[in-house]
């Protein structure tokens, strides 16, 4: 039987939150108003580390910009965007923590509460294909329109979305020996809690105290 390791995506296999660097980046490109995102980002990120965001509002504002570019003009954007926002941040702990389970056998699974076109390019940086995000509509002339579908996959949302996705793929999680899952966030404690084996990565203070309290396992990347 095989177990199923299950990752967040920012400050935890990487050392940075790349829904908080993807508006930098297009500041930085000039496509946005510069003072405007750079205080709605800010606001949101704090919202975001003191569980307290508003995910809706935050979506209005980071899912916009996409509908603006073709997918082939967002996809050169990303790879820019890569190079210069997120690959500094990847060590080679996190690499080595996603291929000691890929050695293991074990199947591979990036969940995050970052949208879809951010973070799937991201996670093959690690080989890993499977990637739940926030969901993204794309319109008949098949460009982004700046609208999610579904559940997202925020707090409890992400408990929703890995069993839709264990559903679609006729497992549950019964299929699995262990399932682990790693993450830096108290956001994340809805699904930490619902897993055989939680492990703080990173972790920030409320979810240090948790996982001490409860045992759990702690690492850090940095």
Not at 55 to 63: G, K, M, N, P, S
Request: charge should be negative; glycine fraction near 6%.
């Amino acid at each position: 039987m095989t177990n199923l390791a299950i990752f967040d995506l920012d400050n935890t296999l990487i050392n940075t939150d790349s829904d908080n660097s993807w508006p930098q980046y297009l500041m930085k490109k000039g496509v946005v108003d510069a003072e405007y995102v750079r205080i709605r980002n800010d606001k949101f990120y704090q919202d975001y580390k003191n569980g307290c965001l508003d995910i809706d509002e935050f979506l209005a504002f980071q899912l916009e910009p996409l509908s603006r570019f073709s997918k082939q003009e967002l996809a050169e954007m990303h790879r820019e965007f890569t190079e210069e926002f997120i690959q500094p941040h990847i060590t080679n702990m996190a690499k080595m923590l996603v291929d000691s389970h890929r050695a293991a056998g074990d199947q591979l699974l990036v969940i995050s509460s970052t949208n879809e076109f951010i973070i799937t390019p991201i996670a093959h940086e690690f080989g890993i294909t499977e990637v739940i995000g926030v969901s993204l509509v794309v319109g008949e002339d098949g460009r982004y329109t700046g609208e999610y579908t579904g559940v997202p996959s925020y707090q409890g949302g992400k408990i929703t979305r890995l069993e839709q996705w264990l559903s679609a793929r006729g497992k549950t999680r019964a299929d699995y020996e262990k399932i682990y899952f790693y993450s830096d966030s108290r956001n994340d404690l809805p699904l930490l809690k619902d897993v055989s084996h939680p492990v703080a990565v990173n972790p920030d203070e409320m979810l240090l105290a948790h996982a001490t309290e409860h045992g759990w396992p702690v690492v850090h990347t940095h």
